[in-house]
């Protein structure tokens, strides 16, 4: 598919396509599999998270659970759970394999792969997990590698770990293992963090604080592997590229900041740092395009609705999406394709696109579009008479190759695997001591692997997509979103 | 190329009827049930992705269910006053949607829901099935009507997703339906004659349409935008065309008698499948099909006949039926599910890496023939129709071939490796 495309044409949207109406206050494609981007959650202000599909721009589940605003979105790593938090203090873990109708079972390798068969049929609701919280909570991930792990931030500026396969719950402390914990809780200053997620292997927890720190945490030891300084104000927002190898931060001075990930010794380098200087925008969303080439903010503009988008590389600012005047909240870019979705404070969600000229060559085979004129070399025996058995015979030999019809393809997103092995760089130029320090690294992240992989959840089939249920009340006036 | 020697048609014994084939290994089909239930010529017949249901759709508007693994007959209804030309079931097996003469398409459940029809129906309790009786006809309403094609729909194909639908109509030009609103999403108005066949590519990223102009164009979902088109060098009508689960190549079959694989990408006939005189279609579109042939050193469980587990998975399957699903959860269900399942071809696929195919179509001597696609030669040749075959469909585990004439025999066939 990928490759009868046209291989050069933009990679960035330019105007809304079309627009969904929602209460939304954030929004997230699912990242990984097969459909990658074929699905849209989005929390609701009024608690009420929706999932729309990317190519019916139709609202096709409705989860209620909430009272109040949804701000933060997770998708476990094959869709089949979706993370919402609230600042109701609650996270929920929905089974989106479930249909709100007990008698509508779709027979597919998700629901048979379910290791508790027997606890399936009984709950009719696609809620399978509440989690409580002290405080409201703005953000809540999945483990990249399980969804019985949990990676929730409180808006009091705690950062708490969750695992569901033991009910244990530790606020994560900005602690280096060895170092004297301190005793006094005035010297502990209170570090408030303020966003935190996994880096997308699941090796690491990378938090941020209120004074600017950036933390690596060890998620089985918890201890604080690294520290560096970021910014001097407060990190509001953390993001990963597909790769794992760049962040983006984006800090209460209102500049972005990409720094790239060493994800062995989880060094990070600072590469770029991004500012509208003309209007001195805060950033309500920050993100890569699928590819990683392209980073984007989303402006906080009062009377605006823009999204920046920059080249990564160059740092050169490349578009200003402008949309309707309603201030921005969220946004996120589709994992594959030019497409970015955001959210106005209207609730409504506009899907930005590129506009693709019809390739009238497409429809007469063996035509090609041509640049300019180019000279036509004739073959030797173009138009040489073949024996008919002799082209029969050659026809035959030309056919004789084995093809793979088989085998469906994986070149689809899927989340980075752990490092297990040294990479080149440490074996050739690295001293015996780089190359203790980068095996002792592999040997903390193939741990960390080992505690992730334990207890797996039920997500395992990883072609998994959302069943619809036809028999709920279709309303007219569910028609919004084409045009 | 080898073909076996022709036999003469209409030998109607169960036990022999195959008993040349081609030069061939491996597993081989023998007829083990006829079954006939339709007034008219049979057009479609599916097997749902898990394996538990054989659907059957005439020219004489109904659709009738039956067992797989027994050949039973579980129940029908008419879901058309004219005759239906196609049948898709999602892949999972939730919805059945059918194609139509009368210029549109239906989705009913596959298995209607107890009734009354209401999210709060709580199944009953699980001694009282009753039994379904073969003319306990359930009227069912369906649940969307799709209604744009000004002429007859010939081909209908649920997306891998379940969420869009394509149909191909005699009006020239295919629709991308939205499912969920039941409405039309995309319209591909770009063939110069009828539309045969539409199929979707494993990601429902792109369809074909296959129409008796001799084209066959492929379509970009997301924007409706013909991606390439490609033609055969005697310009026959196609007749039918299907992707292959890899996605890069696709089947056709032309009214010349011909099967060939293209490769998407570069336009090229990677090959040329035939068998003079043995494979036959000049004048209606038989089906041709991709599968992995079963491995006879499989799972035990696949192979074996029906254990007491399959029973009780059988007695699941009625009461499920009759709404009272959930509450026999046999372990057989859970086991016969995983191995039968969507993701079984996959899986298998997945731990032997390995890259025989075989293609099954339909002929008009009323003959099914089986090639290996690598070195196109025939393996096996089913003997038993006596009209041609229109209608074709392999079981998701491979070792039952169900197949359907038109008139004047119409009737479904089941071919199983034993």
């Not at chain 2, 009913?108 to 709580?122: D, M, N, R």
Request: with cysteine; aromatic share 6%.
């Amino acid at each position: 598919m990928q490759q009868l495309l046209n291989p050069f044409a933009q990679k960035y949207p330019e105007a809304v396509d079309s627009t969904l109406s929602s209460q939304g206050v954030s929004i997230l494609f699912n990242p990984y599999g097969p459909f990658a981007g074929h699905y849209l959650a989005v929390g609701g202000n009024d608690g009420i998270v929706e999932i729309w599909d990317v190519e019916t721009r139709g609202m096709i589940r409705m989860l209620e659970g909430h009272v109040k605003a949804v701000g933060g979105l997770s998708w476990s790593r094959n869709n089949r759970y979706l993370l919402s938090c609230s600042l109701d203090a609650t996270a929920i873990i929905w089974d989106l394999s479930i249909l709100s109708h007990p008698y509508l079972q779709p027979k597919t390798p998700a629901t048979s792969s379910s290791s508790s068969s027997s606890s399936r049929p009984s709950s009719s609701s696609a809620r399978s997990h509440t989690i409580r919280f002290d405080a409201p909570v703005s953000t809540a991930v999945f483990h990249p590698r399980n969804s019985k792990i949990i990676l929730a931030t409180l808006t009091c500026g705690e950062v708490v770990l969750v695992d569901l396969r033991n009910g244990s719950r530790h606020t994560l402390e900005d602690v280096v293992e060895g170092e004297e914990a301190p005793d006094d809780i005035q010297s502990r200053k209170r570090v408030s963090m303020a966003c935190a997620v996994f880096s997308p292997c699941g090796s690491r927890i990378y938090t941020g604080t209120t004074n600017g720190m950036l933390l690596v945490i060890d998620p089985v030891s918890r201890f604080v592997l690294q520290r560096v300084r970021v910014a001097n104000s407060a990190l509001k927002q953390i993001r990963f590229d597909a790769s794992g190898y760049n962040i983006i931060t984006s800090a209460s001075d209102r500049a972005l900041r990409i720094l790239s990930v060493d994800p062995l010794t989880s060094t990070l380098t600072p590469l770029h740092r991004f500012q509208d200087l003309v209007n001195r925008t805060p950033w309500h969303a920050i993100g890569f395009s699928g590819d990683g080439e392209y980073v984007m903010g989303g402006a906080g503009h009062k009377m605006a609705h823009n999204v920046f988008i920059w080249d990564r590389e160059t740092t050169v600012l490349i578009k200003v999406l402008e949309g309707p005047k309603e201030p921005l909240i969220d946004c996120d870019w589709h994992p594959t394709r030019p497409v970015i979705a955001s959210v106005a404070t209207s609730g409504d969600v506009h899907i930005w696109q590129t506009s693709s000229p019809d390739n009238w060559a497409a429809f007469a085979p063996g035509f090609e579009e041509l640049e300019e004129n180019i000279e036509y070399d004739e073959r030797e025996d173009e138009f040489d008479i073949e024996d008919e058995t002799d082209l029969a015979r050659r026809k035959n030999l030309e056919e004789d190759l084995e093809i793979d019809v088989l085998n469906v393809p994986t070149d689809y997103p899927s989340a980075p695997e752990p490092i297990s092995v040294l990479p080149p760089a440490y074996l050739i130029s690295g001293s015996e001591e780089n190359k203790e320090e980068g095996e002792s690294c592999i040997r903390a992240i193939q741990a960390v692997r080992e505690w992730a992989d334990q207890g797996p959840d039920d997500d395992t089939w990883t072609g998994f997509w959302l069943s619809l249920d036809l028999d709920e009340e279709m309303g007219e006036d569910d028609e919004n979103g084409m045009d | 190329m080898a073909i076996p020697p022709s036999s003469p048609i209409g030998i109607q014994s169960n036990a022999n009827a195959n008993a040349e084939a081609g030069p061939s290994s491996g597993p081989k089909y023998l007829l083990s049930q006829t079954l006939s239930a339709h007034n008219r010529a049979v057009t479609a017949l599916r097997f749902s992705n898990d394996g538990q249901t054989l659907v059957s759709a005439g020219a004489d508007g109904w659709l009738h269910y039956w067992k797989p693994d027994t050949g039973d007959y579980i129940r029908g209804f008419q879901a058309h006053k004219t005759g239906i030309n196609d049948i898709s079931i999602s892949p999972d097996s939730l919805y059945i949607s059918t194609a139509s003469d009368d210029s549109t398409s239906s989705i009913y459940y596959l298995h209607p829901p107890p009734a009354p029809l209401t999210s709060s129906s709580i199944p009953t309790s699980s001694s009282s099935p009753s039994s379904p009786s073969p003319n306990d006809e359930v009227r069912v309403a369906p649940l969307r009507t799709l209604i744009g094609h000004t002429a007859p729909v010939l081909s209908i194909a649920f997306s891998p997703k379940s969420n869009l639908l394509v149909t191909g109509s005699y009006d020239e030009s295919a629709i991308i339906w939205d499912v969920k609103k039941g409405k039309i999403l995309r319209n591909l108005p770009a063939h110069a004659d009828a539309i045969w066949c539409v199929a979707w590519d494993n990601e429902g990223a792109m369809v074909l349409t296959a129409s008796s102009d001799g084209l066959i164009r492929l379509w970009d979902v997301n924007t409706g935008q013909c991606l390439k088109t490609l033609d055969n060098d005697t310009n026959s009508p196609v007749s039918h065309a299907s992707f292959t689960p890899s996605s890069y190549f696709l089947l056709s079959s032309t009214l010349s008698s011909t099967l060939r694989i293209y490769n998407i990408h570069t336009s090229k006939v990677l090959k040329t499948i035939q068998a003079p005189g043995v494979y036959v279609t000049e004048k209606f579109p038989c089906p041709a099909l991709i599968f992995a042939p079963p491995d006879c050193s499989d799972n035990p469980s696949l192979s074996s006949p029906p254990s007491p587990d399959q029973d009780q998975m059988e007695v699941d399957q009625v009461n499920s039926v009759n709404g009272v699903n959930g509450h026999i959860q046999g372990q057989g269900q859970s086991s016969v599910m995983t191995s039968d399942g969507q993701g079984q071809g996959q899986r298998r696929q997945a731990t032997t890496g390995r890259k025989d195919a075989w293609i099954i179509a339909g002929s008009e001597n009323g003959k099914i023939v089986i090639w290996d696609l690598q070195s196109k030669s025939v393996m096996q040749v089913l003997e038993g129709h006596t009209s041609t075959v229109v209608a074709l469909a392999v079981h998701p585990s491979g070792r039952i071939v169900a197949s359907g004439s038109l008139e004047p025999e119409r009737s479904i066939k089941l071919w199983r490796v034993d």
